[in-house]
């Protein structure tokens, strides 16, 4: 037997793989070539990776158990080479420096805010145009009396005297496996590895305190509700001091008493009477940037649409702005005094429609073609 795999990786012969993953783990951590790039501990690397990848696969770990030397079986690697796998086991190995099981030590009493979120409410001009608002936010900020450390002023944080520091407690507990090693956060210090004796009077040693602020947020046109504006650091302040989280900025836009938003586009219903449809007319409206006015054909039927080109919102990426469509919905007169029945009577008789047969088609026709128009902004 040319290596003996238990010894490189420190374990007993008896060892669970549970045990043989750990020792694995931090040797990998100690001695990969990233770290240390000495040749002699790059021998020692391959070594026990050879020693990992054999007590790690139960087949393998059988042949060796019994005598064999399962790597030159499985790739000619030979005892202390590498197997098939190169460094094999690789995820093992990135487990070993980046899992979270491998962390190890006090934790830091600084840590990252948490992200906020508010919501703000805009109407639909400041939707199509942007605009510069002034919020309010009740956050979390650096304590100032403490600078976010935590101790009264005058007095320090102080090394944990019952893990000394570590952040964690380890116990030996017998089980029918042998002695089993566990380690947990330190109950005296909350795993931080240190006490504060005299905690901040101003923020009771959380590093940070409440406040309101005011910040100026600056809205893009084109915002449509849902939208979310993020402002880097403006979250709240984290414990012990630590980076503030970002802020989030929710848009809520306000209906409109006019315009429905599709989109980037607009839509409005305007009703005119029978004859001014006919005859064509000019309606006034106050569209988002001035008074204008529709201009109503001769003939436009009801259901038409009246695009009205860029006077809706503005592209939030890219240049530009939607439509406003206007959609024509004709009035029908009721009501009619005699002098105007007469007329309309006389009105029918010189068109010859006094008896009009009407044109039948399948379907909802009118309100088929109605629905298209809109569609294509027509
Ligand atoms: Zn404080
Ligand atoms: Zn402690």
Known sequence: MATDYYAVLGVRRDASQDEIKKAFRRLARELHPDVNPDPKTQERFKEINAAYEVLSDPQKKQVYDLGGDPLSQAGGGGAGGFGQGGFGNFSD?????????????????TRRGQDAMIRLEIDLNESAFGTTKDIQVDTAVVCTTCSGEGAAPGTSAQTCDMCRGRGEVSQVTRSFLGQVMTSRPCPQCQGFGTVVPT????????????????????????VDNGTRIQLAGEGEVGPGGGPAGDLYVEIHELPHA???????????????????????????????????EVDIRPGTQSGQSIPMHQRGITHLRGGGRGDLIVHVEVLTP??????????????????????????????????FSRLKDAFNGR
């Open 199 to 222: 905690p901040c009077p101003e923020c009771a040693g959380d590093g940070r305190i409440r406040s309101r602020r005011t910040l100026t947020v600056k809205i893009p046109a084109g």
């Open 334 to 367: 009721t009501k009619m005094d005699a002098e105007q029945e007469r007329l309309l009577r006389e009105f029918s008789k010189l068109r010859g429609e006094e008896r009009p047969t009407g044109q039948f088609q399948p379907g909802q026709q009118g309100l």
């Open 258 to 292: 006019v315009f429905q938003r599709r989109g980037d586009d607009l839509h409005c219903t305007v009703t005119v009477p029978m004859t001014a449809a006919a005859l064509g007319t000019k309606v006034p409206l106050e569209t988002l940037d001035a008074l204008e």
């Open 93 to 109: 190995i990135m487990d070993a420096f980046f899992g979270t099981s491998s962390q190890r030590g006090p934790r830091s009493r």
